[in-house]
């Protein structure tokens, strides 16, 4: 089982900056990762699939990619962020499947 | 529009078994398949299993084999989700995903949940 590690748990951003999150797989999973948002009291939202390709309605300030050619790293960042940005983020792998795998999150909170 | 509308919340005491239903609409239910997937309070996301409404093939994770079972209803384009012999550490929100046919996907659409509390 692939396991998915995000990095920080929490991060702290004033609005109008920017936030980059981590999400490292314990092996390569090409680049079939998918990346959601979650606000409190509601399902997940899928922004970012394929490493790097925004979901339908997404916003072009939200962006995913990932370095080297292990396809182990990846990074979701959020380029100005906007009051309704904050919220928990889970990175997904769906590469070595089943089962599905996700991180533990990162939640990101108003400076 | 895509939507998947589920049951409602259900209490439960331990033991017991809980059905959940994940109701399809604005797409072909059969071209895609159906993940369910749950959620501790202030837990993080927890993979259970897929179903494919395209062959009715499954697979559940380790942690819920022989526990749960995830079938379809193609002709309300209906997925379900049993778990059986309830635990406390069970309670969480359940979510139903659209989800790949043949094979895990990225989920585009989710259900709004199902809370299941599990408590004697």
Redesign the interface.
């Known amino acids: 089982e692939i396991v998915m590690t995000q990095s920080p748990a929490t991060l702290s951003v004033s609005p109008g900056e920017r936030a980059t999150l981590s999400c490292r797989a314990s092996q390569g999973i090409s680049i079939n990762l998918?990346w959601?948002q979650q606000k409190p009291g509601q399902?997940?939202?899928?922004l970012i699939?394929?490493a790097s390709t925004r979901?339908?309605g997404i916003p072009a300030r939200f962006s995913g990619s990932w370095s080297g050619t292990e396809f182990t790293e990846f990074t979701l960042t959020i380029s100005s962020l906007q009051s309704e940005d904050f919220a928990v983020y889970?990175c997904?792998q769906?590469d070595n499947?089943?089962?599905?795998?996700?991180?533990?999150?990162t939640r990101l909170e108003i400076k | 529009q895509v939507q998947l509308v589920q049951s409602g919340a259900e209490v439960k005491k331990p033991g017991a078994s809980v059905k959940v239903s994940c109701k399809a609409s604005g797409y072909t239910f059969t071209n895609y398949g159906i993940s369910w997937v749950r959620q501790a309070r202030g837990q993080g996301l927890e993979w259970m299993g897929w179903i494919s409404a395209y062959n009715g093939d499954t697979t559940y994770t380790q942690t819920f084999q022989g526990r749960v079972t995830m079938t379809t209803d193609t002709s309300t384009s209906t997925a379900y989700m049993e778990l059986r012999s309830l635990r406390s550490d069970d309670t969480a929100v359940y979510y139903c995903a659209r989800d790949g046919p043949v094979r895990g996907d990225p989920y585009d659409f989710w259900g709004q949940g199902t809370l299941v509390t599990v408590s004697s």
Do not use: K, V
């Open positions: 998918a959601y399902a997940p939202r899928l699939y394929g979901a339908t889970y997904h769906y499947w089943p089962p599905a795998t996700f991180g533990q999150g």
